[in-house]
């Protein structure tokens, strides 16, 4: 393993401490714990169902991911920062690091909310008809989309980009999102809206599709596909904020 | 090879022009103290060389490379004490020495070592969070030192700490300038500066407003106040023949500060029935060089008083900036 790489699992390792230590985890914790409570406690004999886990469990954890992304980054946009930056670390290992602790954060609460589902469930004796392969095929697109909403965050994160360029990015992804745009515009600017709207929206294809992967367990022909899809658009959002970060005047907010 | 070459570096915050053309080199070996007043771009200076900052004109090198390449050669002292505070000073060093790349038994011996060398072996255990502001300086010299960087870059050191404070940041200088690191030292503190450096930079409106080799200001010049202006032809004349540079000017004539020749002018003088009325050091150390550069500095074409240029030397780094 080089120098660097070291640098940057350090880092992570730092960071994650940092997370626990500061009692910040205690969020996740209390979210989990309110996830199984309002959305999976057993209310009925009829056990719990796998498409259920994975599409409620699935927004609860891409929204909480998306925070976990933001808290982590908000951490390493500290003056505490400049020191550890000053290494051979350097901005891409600090960056990655970050990336990596948020990650491996959204990871263990997923395995949490997985596990304190499953053990009540258990407890009360009632069906859990989700079987671990189910629950294997589900957390694949899961997790991958998961460290995408995650990698979206490091990209929008203020400690990568100033504001002009992220109220961009935002913007576009709002009309990437919204349906009904090209219906209410005048006719030249939905001529252009059209056209851009499916541009912008591509990358949000595997991610869609991801998520349709995991509520429905079920890999069909296309589904190695949008896996793929979900690896190359994280990879393009993680590389866009590396780039972005690498090239940025670096002012730690105080 | 320099340890760190500036050339021409512009950098401007939003409306604030900060650094206009400055122009610096510092050797391999040397302790070069950068001087100026409260916002006049050292910290700047100090974050463009370690590539958090890019300039928008000019040209940096740090250890023969871009900032961004150097930077895990580079020791680095932030002027204000923050630190993460949830780990002990050990933990701290640890995770520092391995966002370098380090790692195993060695890393752990340097991490005690450097403790020790800071005087926080006793404190190794303690969080950082309940650290005083001086040992907090002095976690973050051995932190700077964890990964033996070949360039150390302190932004002011003893900045708000108590004479104590003040007294223990300077012994730890003593002891890293015997160990022949290279330092730049951004500070306010003259003394501090005076008793550490081998040269002194003093940036001002964004150049290098001044340069001197603080040897040069140690040995410095005398002054002597005669009692009239225009000597007499002998006094002019043996002065001239004297081996050392003579400056008249007024009632003062200014000689090196060496036995010698201050007791051969003085004869010269006596001789010539010149009646002397003081002798003084032509200037009174790098407090009084400093004011004099900012005065100067102030005023429309501000040029330096004679007294003051026979100390700075002409900069050696003079940038397109400053001409």
């Known amino acids: 393993m080089s120098a660097w790489s070291r640098g940057t699992m350090a880092f992570a390792g730092f960071t994650l401490q940092e997370y626990l230590r500061s009692g910040r985890i205690a969020v996740e914790g209390v979210a989990v714990l309110a996830a199984v409570w309002l959305l999976f406690w057993p209310r009925s004999a009829s056990g719990l169902d796998g498409r259920l886990f994975f599409s409620l469990g699935g927004l609860f954890l891409l929204a909480l991911g998306a925070y976990t992304a933001m808290a982590i980054m908000r951490l390493g946009n500290r003056p505490q920062g400049y020191v550890l930056l000053a290494r051979r670390l350097g901005r891409s290992g600090y960056l990655l690091g970050l990336y990596l602790a948020s990650i491996i954060v959204v990871l263990a609460t997923y395995l949490s909310l997985s596990l304190v589902v499953a053990l009540i469930y258990a407890l009360y004796r009632l069906p859990l008809n989700l079987t671990l392969a189910g629950w294997w095929l589900g957390t694949v697109p899961l997790v991958l989309d998961m460290a995408l909403a995650a990698a979206f965050m490091t990209l929008l994160s203020p400690l990568v980009m100033s504001a002009a360029p992220r109220l961009t990015i935002l913007a576009l992804f709002v009309v990437a999102l919204s349906t009904d745009l090209t219906k209410m515009a005048a006719l030249p600017i939905a001529n252009v809206l059209g056209p851009l709207q499916m541009l912008l929206g591509l990358p949000l294809l595997p991610v869609m599709g991801g998520f349709a992967l995991a509520v429905q367990q079920t890999y069909g022909p296309g589904a190695l596909g949008i896996i793929a899809g979900q690896v190359v658009v994280g990879w393009a959002l993680l590389t866009a904020a590396v780039y972005a970060f690498e090239r940025r005047d670096l002012i730690l907010s105080s | ?323």
């Open chain 2, 1 to 323: 090879m320099y340890a760190v070459e500036t050339i021409d570096v512009w950098k401007r915050f939003a409306t604030q022009q900060v650094l206009r053309g400055f122009s610096l080199r510092v050797s391999p070996g040397d302790v070069y103290g950068l001087l100026g007043p409260n916002g006049a771009g050292k910290s700047t200076l100090i974050h463009l060389l370690l590539g958090f900052l890019h300039p928008d004109k000019g040209r940096i090198a740090v250890l023969g490379r871009p900032p961004a390449v150097a930077q895990g050669r580079l020791g680095y002292l932030p002027e204000h004490a923050r630190y993460h505070t949830h780990f002990t000073a050990a933990e701290y060093l640890q995770a520092a020495g391995a966002c370098s790349g380090l790692h195993g038994p060695a890393l752990r011996d340097r991490g005690r070592t450097l403790l020790a060398l800071v005087g926080l072996a006793q404190d190794a255990d303690r969080r950082v969070g309940g650290f005083s502001k001086g040992m907090l300086q002095r976690l973050g010299v051995a932190l700077a030192l964890v990964h033996e960087p070949e360039l150390l870059l302190f932004d002011e050191p003893t900045s708000g700490l108590d004479p104590s404070g003040q007294n223990e940041m300077s012994d730890l200088l003593t002891e890293l300038r015997s160990q022949r690191h290279t330092i730049v030292l951004c500070s306010h503190q003259l003394l501090e500066v005076e008793a550490h450096c081998d040269r002194v930079g003093i940036l001002a409106d964004g150049v290098l407003a001044a340069e001197m080799r603080v040897s040069d200001l140690q040995a410095r010049r005398v002054t002597i106040v005669v009692d009239r202006e225009g000597l007499p032809a002998p006094a002019a004349a043996g002065l001239r023949t004297l081996a050392t540079d003579v400056v008249v000017e007024g009632r003062e004539i200014r000689v090196a500060d060496a036995d010698a020749s201050l007791q051969q002018a003085l004869r010269v003088l006596l001789d010539a029935g010149v009646s002397v009325r003081e002798v003084r050091p032509a200037i009174g150390g790098l407090a009084e060089l400093y004011l004099a550069v900012m005065q100067a500095r102030a005023l429309p074409g501000g040029r330096l008083p004679a007294v003051v240029s026979d100390c700075v030397a002409p900069t050696e780094t003079a940038g397109e900036g400053q001409r």
